[in-house]
């Protein structure tokens, strides 16, 4: 702790140890594997409890759902930006500095023949807002003995770099119950063993990132009152579909695909063009082999504005097997 002051950080996760890493930075897998057999092997399916989102899963692992992730990290359209009550040039360093931490590129199909036709051919019918997909992702290689072994991000790179930085507490399989409140001060936190015994955390700072379902949860189980905890309950219209196009239409390599169609102000939408098949990212050990026709991936994501009346609640009549209530969605 030399010459890095007093503060002392611990970090509590109600689930346990999956991966050490992104699951596409796993020598076994591609984005098949980890979306048909890994994901639902180690999530848990919420919709069977809350049908208001009916195939929503949740990660309870360290790491959480960015195990999962595919990385796209473009940046909101300027006219949002404009409104929110910070300054936009002051939100544009923030931004840099957070893409710094990510490793932010838009290189990852740098080369590909695929990604310049069809990059070619969606400006020529007019949509301009089609470029490179920004990911989060460390075009970086392994140089004189530094290991850049985990290029696909997830929140695990953080807390190895915070490991080199300084020493923190970490607990796993600690489940937050509540928020412990003194004269409208966070002084602490009730965590659950799996045991079901029960330990208070004494903590002068306090920061909650359990979802948008479980940190409301947590706050309203702590008797926190906010005009805004559990409201504005908001989620994005999505749809994925998946087109063919013909090998024959192209010649030699291909590469991979990866293509965004940002959104715009007149286009309140994003689009992702992924591909071809399960090549978008693959192992070095996997062969590449291409049927004549390649499966492209499109993934459309809509925006849908915020309401109070969409929010997440309480049922103090219906409680896990630690005695919390479980949370109830109200949806209109």
């Avoid at 079901?196 to 359990?210: G, M, T």
Wanted: proline share 6%; aromatic share 10%; hydrophobic share 40%.
């Amino acid at each position: 702790m030399e010459n890095q002051g007093h503060k002392k950080i611990g970090i509590i996760e109600k689930g346990d140890k999956l991966f050490h890493s992104h699951s596409l930075n796993i020598p076994t897998q591609n984005v098949d594997t980890a979306r048909d057999q890994l994901l639902p092997d180690n999530s848990t399916p919420i919709g069977e409890r809350l049908p208001e989102f009916s195939g929503a899963r949740m990660v309870y692992a360290l790491g959480g759902r960015s195990m999962f992730w595919n990385g796209a990290i473009p940046r909101p359209i300027q006219s949002e930006l404009y409104k929110w009550p910070i300054n936009p040039r002051e939100l544009d360093v923030y931004y840099g500095m957070a893409e710094d931490v990510l490793k932010a590129t838009t290189r990852y199909a740098e080369g590909s023949l695929l990604q310049h036709i069809m990059l070619n051919r969606l400006h020529a019918n007019g949509i301009w807002e089609a470029n490179n997909m920004p990911l989060a992702f460390d075009m970086e290689p392994s140089h004189q003995g530094m290991i850049h072994s985990n290029p696909w991000f997830s929140s695990i790179n953080t807390l190895a770099a915070a490991m080199f930085d300084r020493p923190y507490d970490l607990a796993v399989n600690a489940y937050a119950a509540r928020v412990i409140v003194d004269n409208g001060r966070a002084v602490g936190v009730e965590v659950f063993s799996p045991d079901k015994k029960s330990h208070i955390l004494r903590a002068k700072n306090i920061v909650l990132s359990c979802s948008t379902l479980e940190t409301p949860r947590i706050l309203l189980n702590s008797g926190i009152e906010g005009s805004a905890i559990g409201r504005y309950l908001t989620g994005h219209v999505s749809m994925i579909a998946i087109g063919t196009i013909s090998r024959r239409q192209f010649y030699g390599e291909l590469g991979n695909l990866s293509i965004l169609k940002f959104e715009t102000h007149e286009s309140p939408y994003q689009i992702q063009i992924l591909g071809p098949n399960q090549y978008f990212s693959y192992q070095q050990f996997e062969d590449k082999i291409l049927p004549d026709e390649l499966v492209i991936v499109f993934a459309a994501f809509g925006r849908v504005e915020s309401r109070a009346e969409n929010r997440v609640y309480i049922d103090p009549h219906e409680k896990d097997k630690f005695g919390v209530p479980y949370n109830k969605l109200n949806i209109l």
